[in-house]
T-cell receptor, first 113, second 109 residues
Framework: DGGITQSPKYLFRKEGQNVTLSCEQN?????MYWYRQDPGQGLRLIYY???????QKGDIAEGYSVSREKKESFPLTVTSAQKNPTAFYLC????????????FGDGTRLSIL | QKEVEQDPGPLSVPEGAIVSLNCTYS??????FMWYRQYSRKGPELLMY????GNKEDGRFTAQVDKSSKYISLFIRDSQPSDSATYLC?????????FGQGTELSVKP
């Protein structure tokens, strides 16, 4: 089955710790995205990548970093600089970044210990 | 003012009712319009995708776009308890999606 796999489903971060969220897709999509979802605020774009080895900041990139070394993988690192990391993180992909709808994984819920 | 406004609800209806979910927007450059359904602790699932004014129907779901009024709607006919979820509208300008807050819908048996 083609789809987007996010892992882990739940993640806990200690103060001062960096954590990395995994996102893998086997849809052969060029574009990949990371969103943050907070209660009552909808989805906000953190980073996106239109092609391997290239990515751009979204609306709330501070305290996050990404890499895109392979077409199918787009990991997100939540750094210690992100002071309010508790949220539901969603990864998405699309065939291109302009006119095609985005398809989502089932998310990772990050909490602070 | 937010670019996309969506009534967060919650909205509670009896089984079999017609549900109307709505979003308004301020950016006339939005070209593509989507509705997603999100069950609790899951990722959003694409329901409808349209790019022109008018209606698009898919089973019990109808998406309506009125670009002149900057208003989109999703109608659900014969609503079922399995339709209970949060519904998100989203709009695209050259690939960047802007989401509404989501409307929480509960369909009671």
């Amino acid at each position: 089955d083609g789809g987007i796999t996010q892992s882990p489903k739940y993640l806990f971060r200690k103060e001062g710790q960096n954590v990395t969220l995994s996102c893998e897709q086997n849809l052969n999509h060029d574009a990949m995205y990371w969103y943050r979802q907070d209660p009552g605020q909808g989805l906000r774009l953190i980073y996106y990548s239109q092609i391997v080895n290239d990515f751009q900041k979204g609306d709330i990139a501070e305290g996050y970093s990404v890499s895109r070394e392979k077409k199918e993988s787009f990991p997100l690192t939540v750094t210690s600089a992100q002071k309010n990391p508790t949220a539901f993180y969603l990864c998405a992909s699309s065939t291109d970044s302009v006119n095609q709808p985005q398809h989502f994984g089932d998310g990772t819920r990050l909490s602070i210990l | 003012q937010k670019e996309v406004e969506q009534d967060p609800g919650p909205l509670s209806v009896p089984e079999g009712a017609i549900v109307s979910l709505n979003c308004t927007y301020s950016n006339s450059a939005f070209q593509y319009f989507m509705w997603y359904r999100q069950y609790s602790r899951k990722g959003p699932e694409l329901l409808m995708y349209t790019y022109s004014s008018g209606n698009k129907e898919d089973g019990r779901f109808t998406a309506q776009v009125d670009k002149s009024s900057k208003y989109i709607s999703l109608f659900i006919r014969d609503s079922q308890p399995s339709d209970s979820a949060t519904y998100l509208c989203a709009m695209s300008e050259w690939g960047k999606l802007i989401f509404g807050q989501g409307t929480e819908l509960s369909v009671k048996p």
